[in-house]
């Protein structure tokens, strides 16, 4: 049942409105501020709302309008014909509506909006009659013709909109180019021609009738709520079908009267930057669309808003007073709504008419400048600075940058190649490789380069290291290359199927041009776009500031502004954030950015440097307890350097290690050639080597003998692992810093797997402290990424101190879906709304979230200080971090680039605990 209300028209006008800004939901977005704008005496058209309430009332009656609705916008009518003066449909002193959709939320060009409706044949000439010349009426009156003809009489083409093709042809036959160009008696023949094609295409005259013209465009409106457009961008947007749009009919005014009339949009802050200025462009005798639309080049509002040098003429210049009350209401409004507006004005002959104001959009950066500033200057209080950024936004503030201007004249010259997945954001230029080997040895002759390969696996992330960026051909937003870049914080294009690559000839084939090894190239991370040759690159001033500190606090408003706003979100968040790191470079990032702690360290990414992965391959390949044990003493001391270089980073924070986790299968060689070079070096046969991987191979290798099973069947390599953890701890410890060291047992599925890798550990540990003669505190937890281990996390609390959850590996197994091979039906899931979101990158709070919950609540009620985290890409994604907040967890881990995002991410689910909205 739609419920609704008796009131379904609210009136606006002449310093007065029935409705305010806080009735969105029922007079929608347009409506809430435009009466909002009347109350506060701006100076704003009369007219009135129909509500939502209407709309959806009108979707669920067969198209009907409840019985009272009539009366009521009759009764509207009549009043904002006083206020204005003029007469709906009255020929000799016409008045013109404008019909203007306005959901709750904005949905920018998603509906229609009609102008100028009331004319006739009869009305066009009042319209002349009262001020107007006959070339402004006959324009307005083709551009209702247009804008009905289209938007309610449907009379519209899939390739050409009919209106403009004979909009163009009479421009031709008039040997003119600009609309502007056509002369009063062309118009006029237009609006014939154009009411012709009506006739034609829909079999009926164009309506005439003012009150037959108004219910039309009334009623498209609200038809417009189901269109195919409007339906994507909520769904993109997650705006529910149930809120319904309003209908806002207003009276007209003209910017297209003349030379004393214009129209134009502003920003009270600059949109892109967030600096404090006014900012917006007009056109001179237009209408409406026309400053959008990019019929004409707007012209700057402002003097400061001219590019150097250019003889363009300002508002501020043109139409001073009009400007100087422009500046009066942008002040009112901003200090008003207590935020950054988007505004609509209008001038008739030199007088100011509002039309809109919003909320503006706006970028990261801006975002967290205006946020800051108005925290500062008091406008705002500091829970509302918080709110104001938008998590996922700080990532923009991090990212390395192309020069825009460049960038602007590489895509005009015709330089861009190909589009694929927008992966790892940011910007990277530099000179093509294929493979990481030659991404490394580049490198270190001191070359940028971008990494372009087909797809990428775990051999190729010291190239991935290397490289400025990584472009591929093959694979999703979660692919091997996508994760590990945005991990990386570095620029990633994947997917990308136009391109051509060929390993053998080193050449790159794409849009019938043939780039070569060591050609330049460019990589827009944030937009996806590739680009032939190079563009200079800016890196983001807070990593320069934090990270690579060749630029000071005091230079960088930038990171004031965000360090402002990431200090005061950490006084509200409770929700703790770790970091996803891997070596003592990562570390140091992410503390940088704020880590508290890793929550995952995978000593499987250490084993791949440089001559490791030979004494890596050793361990697998011996076929003796004797010979293994002999590799694994090869490979403890490199372990142990790199966990005391990670214990040091991370001076009095926990650090999380995982035991070897992956198939051992990936460690191996795969090709003849390399299976050749390697038997050489472990002086066996070829023959005997081959055997030896084949045998290793597994059909189903994410479900084999990885995670703890590796560690059940070789209790020695846990054992090396363990002992490699707690020298380096005691080393550390010895130096005088303070080690956490928590030791994660993998893909534990039954409490005894946990129960025996558990006294090996403490085995270790017992052993090591002994021999060093000193001893540190530790941990011993397990992941909890098997549905088994959620479901019997009672048992298991009984031997963990700590959980983690996997939701990577924890998603796969409950959804039952490889990531892997997800690429080539996830997508289209996603986009049917199987699944509201890709389950890899925001948790399934339905399913998997269950299981968390339940994992968290059974492992608490046996060990109620059990330490609980997280610690899949969801860790970085606000929508799961709000999840493991409003869960109870005690913390959230990520890779190091998402650590702001995270802690802001948290302060937002503190904020909003309890909110319904
Ligand atoms: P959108 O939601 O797409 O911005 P609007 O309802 O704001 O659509 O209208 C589109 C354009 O028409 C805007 O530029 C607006 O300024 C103009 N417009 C709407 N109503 C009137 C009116 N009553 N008088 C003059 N211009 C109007
Ligand atoms: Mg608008
Ligand atoms: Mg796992």
């Known amino acids: 049942m739609i419920e609704i209300g008796e009131k379904k028209v609210y009136c606006f006008g002449g310093g007065k409105a029935e409705g305010n800004a806080g009735m969105k939901s029922l007079l929608g977005g347009k409506g809430a501020n435009l009466a909002e704008m009347a109350s506060l005496g701006i100076p704003v058209p009369a007219g009135f709302t129909i509500t939502t309430e209407v709309c959806n009332w009108f979707g669920d009656h067969d198209r009907k309008h409840p019985d009272d609705l009539r009366s009521q916008v009759e009764e509207g009518v009549a009043i904002l014909e006083k206020q204005m003066g003029g007469l709906f449909g009255d020929a000799s002193n ?12 904005s949905m920018p060009g998603m509906m229609d909006t009609v102008l100028n409706i009331g004319l006739n044949e009869d009305t066009v000439k009042g319209l002349i009659g009262s001020g107007g010349d006959k070339r402004f009426a006959y324009d307005s009156y083709r551009r209702f013709v247009q804008m009905f003809g289209d938007v309610v009489l449907q009379v519209r ?66 038809l417009s709520w189901g269109n195919a457009r409007a339906e994507a961008y909520r769904r993109l947007n997650n705006i529910p079908g149930s809120w319904g749009t309003a209908v806002n009919v207003q009276a007209m005014v003209f910017g297209n009267m003349g030379d004393d009339c214009a129209t134009g949009v502003a920003f009270t802050r600059d949109p892109s930057t967030g600096e404090d200025r006014f900012y917006g462009e007009y056109l001179k005798n237009a209408q409406g669309e026309d400053v959008v639309a990019g019929i004409r080049t707007p012209q700057p509002l402002n003097i400061s808003g001219k590019a150097p040098g250019s003889t363009e003429v300002s508002l501020e210049e043109d139409f001073p007073e009009c400007y100087a009350e422009l500046v009066t209401i942008y002040k009112n409004l901003e200090d008003h709504y207590r935020d950054m507006q988007d505004i609509e004005f209008t001038i008739q002959n030199r007088r100011l008419w509002m039309l809109q104001t919003r909320n503006g959009k706006r970028t990261g950066f801006a975002a967290v400048r205006i946020a800051a500033e108005m925290v500062e200057s008091g406008m705002i209080d ?265 214990f040091r980073a991370m001076d009095g924070l926990p650090v999380t290690i995982r035991a070897l986790d992956p198939p051992l299968h990936e460690f191996l060689p795969h090709s003849d050639a390399d299976i050749e070079a390697l038997a050489a070096k472990l002086d066996v046969s070829a023959d005997r080597l081959k055997t030896l991987v084949a045998n290793l191979s597994e059909s189903n290798p994410m479900l084999g003998h990885r995670g703890c099973r590796l560690g059940i069947v070789y209790p020695e390599i846990t054992a090396m692992q363990a002992r490699a953890i707690f020298q380096a701890a005691v080393v550390v410890a010895k130096e005088g810093a303070k080690v956490l060291p928590e030791v994660m047992i993998p893909l534990v599925g039954h409490v005894e797997e946990l129960k025996l890798q558990r006294k090996i550990v403490e085995d270790t540990a017992k052993a090591v402290f002994e021999e060093m003669g000193a001893r540190v505190d530790y941990l011993v937890g397990t992941m909890i990424e098997l549905p088994r281990a959620a479901l019997t996390a009672d048992e298991i609390a009984e031997e963990a101190q700590f959980f983690s959850f996997g ?89 190091p680039y998402r650590v702001p995002v995270a802690r802001l991410a948290a302060a937002h689910a503190a904020l909003q605990e309890g909110s319904t909205d």
Not at 169 to 195: F, N, P, Q
Not at 815 to 837: K, N, Q, T
Request: proline share 4%; hydrophobic share 40%.
């Open 382 to 646: 500091e829970k509302t600075a918080v709110l104001r950024v938008d998590p996922e936004q700080l990532t923009q503030l991090l990212l390395p940058v192309f020069d825009r201007k460049a960038k602007n004249e590489a895509i005009d010259g015709g330089r861009l190649l190909a589009k694929g997945l927008n992966a790892g954001p940011g910007a990277a230029t530099g000179k093509i490789v294929f493979n990481a080997e030659d991404a490394v040895e580049w490198a270190a002759k001191g070359e940028k380069v971008i990494l372009v390969r087909v797809e990428t696996s775990p051999e190729d992330i010291s190239g991935m290291h290397a490289a400025e960026g990584i472009l591929t051909s093959r694979g999703g937003m979660t692919s091997h290359a996508a994760v590990v870049a945005r991990g990386m914080g570095k620029s990633c294009v994947a997917g990308c199927g136009d391109l051509d690559i060929n390993y053998k000839s080193g050449e790159l084939k794409v849009s019938g041009r043939t780039l070569k090894k060591g050609d330049f190239l460019s990589i827009d991370g944030l937009t996806g776009e590739v680009i032939e040759g190079k563009i200079p690159v800016r890196p983001s001033e807070i990593v320069q500031v934090l990270i690579e500190e060749s630029m000071s606090a005091e230079e960088s408003q930038i990171f004031r502004n965000f360090t402002k706003i990431m200090d005061l979100a950490d006084g509200f968040r409770t929700l703790g954030v770790r970091t996803n790191a891997d070596s003592p470079t990562d570390s140091t990032v992410a503390r940088r950015f704020g880590a508290m702690g890793i929550g995952l360290c995978r000593t499987e990414h250490m084993f791949f440097d440089g001559d490791r992965i030979d004494a890596v391959r050793e361990m697998i390949l011996a076929e003796t307890v004797a010979g293994r044990a002999e590799a694994l003493a090869k490979i403890l001391p490199m372990q142990q350097a790199d966990f005391e270089g990670i």
């Open 94 to 105: 016409p008045l013109l509506l404008s019909v203007r959709s306005g959901a709750r939320a």
């Open 157 to 222: 083409d899939d390739d050409e909109d009919p209106f403009e093709e004979l909009l163009h042809a009479k421009k031709k036959a008039r040997g003119v180019e600009l609309d502007t160009d056509l002369t009063a008696d062309d118009l006029e023949e237009l609006v014939g021609e154009y009411k012709a094609l009506v006739k034609e295409k829909t079999g009926k005259d164009f309506p005439d009738d003012p009150w037959t013209q108004l219910w039309g465009a009334i009623d498209a409106v609200f």
């Open 807 to 895: 939701t990577n590996d924890l998603t796969q197994t409950a959804l039952g879906l490889s990531r892997d091979d997800a690429g080539r039906f996830l997508p289209y899931y996603v986009e049917l709304g199987i699944y509201p979101a890709d389950p890899f990158a925001r948790l399934d709070r339905n399913g998997v979230g269950q299981l968390v919950r339940m994992g968290f609540e059974k492992g608490r009620a046996t060990r109620s200080d059990l330490k609980v985290g997280i610690c899949g890409e969801h860790g970085g994604d606000p929508s799961s971090v709000a999840f493991c907040h409003e869960v109870g967890l005690n913390y959230v881990s990520c890779s």
